[in-house]
Nanobody, 115 residues
Framework: QVQLVESGGGLVQPGGSLRLSCAASGFTFSMYAMSWYRQAPGKKRELVAAIASDGGSKNYADSVKGRFTISRDNAKKTVDLQMNSLLPEDTAVYYC????????WGQGTQVTVSS
């Protein structure tokens, strides 16, 4: 079965960096696009970044452009999100997502940006 497991969240000061990772299993990872979403308290879940199956195309939310970088390693079946220059408004639960006939989500990892 499809499984997505996120890791790497935590507490960081404004201006700091974190790297999130999503480990995938149960499907042919290299054939599917992957994405990162986030959901802050009281807000809708929103797309942060997406990457094509071969890593050749990437898209970012305007709010994170120039600060976040999405990447993938098809051999390791992982997709990462490097987050730099973090802001308090980046605080949210971050989710990994893929669509393999159905939509699959990871369990999420908490990112808190606070001094």
């Amino acid at each position: 079965q499809v499984q997505l497991v996120e890791s790497g969240g935590g507490l960081v000061q404004p201006g700091g960096s974190l790297r999130l990772s999503c480990a995938a299993s149960g499907f042919t990872f290299s054939m599917y696009a992957m994405s990162w979403y986030r959901q802050a308290p009281g807000k809708k879940r929103e797309l942060v970044a997406a990457i094509a199956s071969d890593g050749g195309s990437k898209n970012y939310a305007d709010s994170v452009k120039g600060r976040f970088t999405i990447s993938r390693d098809n051999a390791k079946k992982t997709v990462d999100l490097q987050m730099n220059s973090l802001l308090p408004e980046d605080t949210a639960v971050y989710y990994c997502k893929t669509v393999v006939v159905y939509t699959y989500w990871g369990q999420g990892t908490q990112v808190t940006v606070s001094s």
